[in-house]
Structure formats: C-alpha cells, structure tokens
C-alpha cells in the first residue's frame, strides 16, 4: 500500500494474502481518513498525528523545561515516523506490540 501525508509519501504492506483482501483493506483505510478529514468520524477517534500534536501541546502548557519539551518533541516525532512506517494512521490502532517493537529500534 502506498500514502501520502502532506508531501512525504510512504510504502508499506498490507500484510494480507492475496490482492482482493489488500485492495479492500486499502479501501477501509481510504474510508477511514476521509471520515476523520470530513469530521463525519468520532470525535475521539484521532489520527496518531493529531494524537502527538495533542499530547505537544498539553506538555507546551505545562511549562516544562525547553529541554524536556526538546525530548518529547524527539520522542513525538520518532513514534509518528514509525507509525507512518507501520501503516498506522489511527492512534487506536497502535498496540503493545507496535510499541515493543518500536523501542526496540531505539539506539
């Protein structure tokens, strides 16, 4: 599967058998942005993006440190970059698994 956020374009498997099962989940995750981008989606369903860009914020108004705001920033941005390598669009999606993983390529 491929997409594009903003101007950055990712590839990455759909991990499914055969292309009728790729195509359709392609097509749910289609459906899925679309309702987030229209608001037609619960409010609380957010794009992981938004969910880093919501948890920045919050840590922006705490008035930490510019270095502990610098590390969550890094952190932030790292998690995002795996998830878009992931394929996950939606924070719900993101599992224990996922995370796992992720720390497990930190150097």
């Not at 989940?25 to 987030?36: G, H, S």
């Amino acid at each position: 599967m491929q997409t594009a956020n903003e101007s950055m374009q990712s590839r990455w498997s759909s991990k499914e058998k055969n292309w009728r099962s790729a195509e359709h989940k392609a097509r749910q995750l289609e459906q899925q942005l679309d309702d987030i981008l229209t608001g037609k989606s619960r409010p609380d369903v957010k794009t992981v993006q938004q969910a880093v860009e919501l948890f920045l914020t919050s840590k922006r108004n705490e008035n930490l440190a510019a270095d502990t705001l610098y590390r969550h920033e890094q952190i932030m941005r790292a998690l995002a970059e795996f998830c878009d390598r992931q394929g996950i669009l939606l924070i719900k999606d993101v599992t224990l698994a996922h995370l796992t993983m992720w720390q497990s390529q930190w150097s």
